[in-house]
């Protein structure tokens, strides 16, 4: 059984940075698209950045643009979101995902594509 686990939440402030780890144990597979998607309390689950099967494309939501980096390193069955100039609306239970299948087409922001996920690690950002 595939499962993930998030590490690097915490308390920081407001313009700090976290960066959040999210590695696989169990059964492996050699690739996967990862995600990484975060909840505030009273929201939805929002999308906030992916990487594709190759690691050569790269998506982020909007809100988090030009201050958030999702990164891989296979070898390690890993993924990573480095968060910089944080804001208190980040704050957030921080959700990474994956899927081990290439599959034709994949719509990287929607949550149920992914296939396995993690249990979530906190984020807060103090003003």
């Known amino acids: 059984q595939v499962q993930l686990v998030e590490s690097g939440g915490g308390l920081v402030q407001a313009g700090g940075s976290l960066r959040l780890s999210c590695a696989v144990s169990g059964r492996t597979f050699a690739r996967y698209i990862w995600g990484w998607f975060r909840q505030a309390p009273g929201k939805e689950r929002e999308f906030v950045a992916a990487?594709?099967?190759?690691?050569?494309?790269?998506y982020y939501g909007d809100s988090v643009k030009g201050r958030f980096t999702i990164s891989r390193d296979d070898a390690k069955n890993t993924v990573y979101l480095q968060m910089n100039n944080l804001k208190p609306e980040d704050t957030a239970d921080y959700y990474c995902?994956?899927?081990?299948?290439?599959?034709?087409?994949?719509?990287?922001?929607?949550?149920?594509?992914?296939?396995?996920w993690g249990q979530g690690t906190q984020v807060t950002v103090s003003s």
């Open positions: 990487i594709s099967w190759t690691g050569g494309s790269t």
């Open positions: 995902a994956n899927s081990p299948y290439n599959r034709g087409s994949f719509s990287y922001a929607e949550s149920h594509e992914y296939d396995y």
